[in-house]
């Protein structure tokens, strides 16, 4: 029988050992934490850039974290939901989506840029020496998106081109979802799209420079792309950053230490911080549900569209 006694000499071993019994409480409940995020690039490359967050995690936090790179933005909402995602990367979209569909998580901070905004563009590319300079010239070609849940990739253009006339479903011969920002700029490079729909932080910060960066876009003649290869003919309103988020369940006494894990993250561990944007974003900021009421009002505005349709 578990008495008071029992129960505070319990309590007195795990002082001896340095530890407060709460944080035991919390890791025998959570002996291992999983971090997931959206699929911005390839599985590969964000394995590699976000190995030394989860490592720096796994020190802060006192208990293994382990990485979990999603096949596509719904793995991420759907396990949150479940409760097998405890720690989050999303865009502003997909967490949105996860609130809007009762995922109870609570955002933590949110990425600034070089800019100094937290925030970004949802943008149109076309290739430079295609004949396309507005989004009108796109009458019945081919739009290469990203994912349902990717703001840039499909939410923003589809609100925004909206609001300036133009229906994506109607106005373009063709839309289909590419599965990750860099797969859609592949398929702009490899003619299976006439436009692709993408992020844009700033001119030396878009999902175009860090690929060319990883010598990913290559010309028929297999020489480099540059940013100057791709012309942007569409450029939404401002964005907020997408936020880290973890599960609104779990100990406060956890959800203490994750908050002030990420806080501290850009001065106590700068080369985890800056692999995470190749050492373009400056600072983490703190955010709450209400910064991304904008994002849901989009989503909802989107949805009916789509009940109309």
Same mark, same amino acid.
């Given at each position: 029988?578990?008495?008071?006694?029992?129960?505070?000499?319990?309590?007195? #071993?795990?002082?001896?050992?340095?530890?407060? #019994? /709460?944080?035991?409480?919390?890791?025998?409940?959570?002996?291992?934490?999983?971090?997931?995020?959206?699929?911005?690039?390839? /599985?590969?490359?964000? #394995?590699?850039?976000?190995?030394?967050?989860?490592?720096?995690?796994?020190?802060?936090?006192?208990?293994?974290?382990?990485?979990?790179?999603?096949?596509?933005?719904?793995? $991420?909402?759907?396990?949150?939901?479940?409760?097998?995602?405890?720690? /989050?990367?999303?865009?502003?979209?997909?967490?949105?989506?996860?609130?809007?569909?009762?995922?109870?998580?609570?955002?933590?901070?949110?990425?600034?840029?070089?800019?100094?905004?937290?925030?970004?563009?949802? $943008?149109?590319?076309?290739?430079?020496?295609?004949?396309?300079?507005?989004?009108?010239?796109?009458?019945?070609?081919?739009?290469?998106?990203?994912?349902?849940?990717?703001?840039?990739?499909?939410?923003?253009?589809?609100?925004?081109?909206?609001?300036?006339?133009?229906? $994506?479903?109607?106005?373009?011969?063709?839309?289909?979802?590419?599965?990750?920002?860099?797969?859609?700029?592949?398929?702009?490079?490899?003619?299976? #799209?006439?436009?692709?729909?993408?992020?844009?932080?700033?001119?030396?910060?878009?999902?175009?420079?860090?690929?060319?960066?990883?010598?990913?876009?290559?010309?028929?003649?297999?020489?480099?792309?540059?940013?100057?290869?791709?012309? $942007?003919?569409?450029?939404?309103?401002?964005?907020?950053?997408?936020?880290?988020?973890?599960?609104?369940?779990?100990?406060?006494?956890?959800?203490?230490?994750?908050?002030?894990?990420?806080?501290?993250?850009?001065?106590?561990?700068?080369?985890?911080?800056?692999?995470?944007?190749?050492?373009?974003?400056?600072?983490?900021?703190?955010?709450?549900?209400?910064?991304?009421?904008?994002?849901?009002?989009?989503?909802?505005?989107?949805?009916?569209?789509?009940?109309?349709?």
């Amino acid at each position: 029988m578990i008495t008071r006694r029992t129960l505070a000499a319990a309590a007195a #071993a795990l002082a001896l050992l340095g530890l407060p #019994a /709460a944080a035991q409480d919390w890791k025998a409940q959570y002996p291992e934490l999983t971090l997931g995020v959206i699929p911005a690039e390839n /599985a590969s490359g964000t #394995a590699d850039r976000w190995a030394p967050l989860t490592a720096y995690l796994t020190k802060s936090l006192g208990v293994p974290v382990k990485l979990r790179v999603a096949s596509d933005y719904a793995a $991420v909402i759907e396990g949150q939901r479940a409760g097998n995602i405890q720690i /989050a990367w999303y865009g502003p979209a997909s967490f949105a989506r996860a609130v809007m569909t009762g995922v109870k998580i609570e955002p933590i901070v949110n990425q600034k840029h070089e800019t100094g905004a937290s925030g970004y563009y949802s $943008v149109v590319y076309v290739l430079a020496s295609s004949p396309y300079k507005t989004v009108e010239d796109l009458k019945g070609k081919n739009l290469a998106l990203v994912d349902p849940n990717s703001t840039s990739g499909n939410q923003a253009p589809r609100f925004f081109l909206k609001r300036a006339g133009y229906d $994506v479903e109607k106005f373009f011969g063709k839309t289909f979802y590419a599965g990750s920002h860099e797969n859609a700029v592949l398929a702009l490079t490899q003619g299976t #799209a006439d436009a692709a729909a993408n992020l844009w932080n700033s001119e030396t910060d878009t999902m175009v420079t860090r690929m060319a960066a990883k010598g990913m876009l290559k010309k028929p003649d297999g020489t480099p792309m540059q940013q100057s290869d791709f012309r $942007v003919v569409f450029k939404s309103d401002f964005l907020p950053e997408g936020p880290f988020a973890m599960l609104a369940s779990l100990p406060d006494d956890l959800k203490a230490k994750i908050r002030d894990a990420f806080v501290a993250l850009p001065k106590a561990d700068k080369a985890a911080f800056d692999r995470l944007s190749d050492g373009k974003d400056q600072d983490l900021t703190p955010v709450t549900l209400k910064d991304y009421q904008p994002i849901i009002d989009m989503l909802r505005f989107n949805d009916e569209q789509r009940r109309k349709s």
